[in-house]
């Protein structure tokens, strides 16, 4: 297929890639939906297929004994499923799952590494994006350890906010629980302050940024590192 019959795409890293690049990638892949709760991802399970999201957001869950999950990193069309396959390792550790519904493309995992193992460039941009996800993940477990939890949703509300388009994001007080590892009441209390100060507006289940230079303040440094690493390895550019 020729470079100039490639679709357009939106996934980042795709669009990184050189003409030659898509061209072996694309013929290999196929839109599919993602919806809202859809795991991409299981632990221990040997990963048949990769997903590079187009639009909507997946995270990452860590899982504890008594179904206390907590989300330790999160990805949307800046990124990939799967990058555990670019450390030789055909298990992940977390089970991944679609937190906003949207659309990715996807490919068998053997054809990935068939290209990444033929073409240094596709091996170089993906295995920039494990890395940036990997210091993402260790931003989160400092973020857990030691900022306050309206802090904690300030970042993750930022974290979210790069992903998507306009200001407006679709999200419940028990997801947000679920992904900060946290009581429902305790969000509702955390979204009230950030509703307080002008940062957010919640209803029901929309969450609207009006101040993102507010949030930034509010998380204290738990957001911003990780996302300038990423802009490095990766050429990603945030809002």
């Given at each position: 297929m020729a470079s100039d019959q490639l679709p357009p795409i939106r996934n980042h890293l795709l669009s990184r890639l050189s003409g030659e690049d898509k061209a072996l990638l694309l013929p290999k892949m196929r839109i599919v939906p993602l919806k809202l709760g859809q795991e991409i991802e299981i632990p221990a399970q040997k990963l048949e297929r990769v997903y590079f999201l187009e639009s909507g957001i997946a995270s990452m869950m860590a899982s504890l004994p008594r179904g206390r999950d907590l989300e330790v990193g999160l990805f949307g069309r800046d990124g990939m499923s799967g990058s555990s396959l670019l450390q030789y390792d055909d298990?992940?550790?977390?089970?991944?799952?679609?937190?906003?519904?949207?659309?990715?493309?996807?490919?068998?995992?053997?054809?990935l590494l068939d290209a990444v193992r033929a073409r240094e460039s596709i091996r170089i941009l993906l295995t920039r994006f494990a890395r940036a996800l990997s210091i993402q993940v260790g931003s989160t477990a400092i973020a857990n350890g030691h900022s306050k939890l309206e802090d904690r949703l300030a970042r993750w509300v930022l974290l979210a906010h790069d992903r998507v388009d306009g200001d407006s994001m679709i999200f419940t007080h028990e997801h947000l629980a679920r992904m900060l590892g946290v009581r429902r009441s305790g969000v509702t209390v955390a979204l009230h302050i950030l509703e307080g100060k002008g940062l957010i507006?919640?209803?029901?289940?929309?969450?609207?940024?009006?101040?993102?230079?507010?949030?930034?303040?509010?998380?204290?440094?738990?957001?911003?590192?990780?996302?300038?690493?990423?802009v490095r390895l990766t050429g990603w550019s945030l809002r």
């Open positions: 298990r992940s550790a977390y089970r991944t799952v679609v937190q906003m519904n949207g659309s990715a493309l996807r490919i068998d995992a053997s054809d507006r919640s209803r029901r289940s929309q969450i609207i940024v009006l101040d993102r230079a507010g949030l930034m303040e509010l998380a204290d440094g738990a957001y911003g590192l990780a996302e300038e690493e990423s």
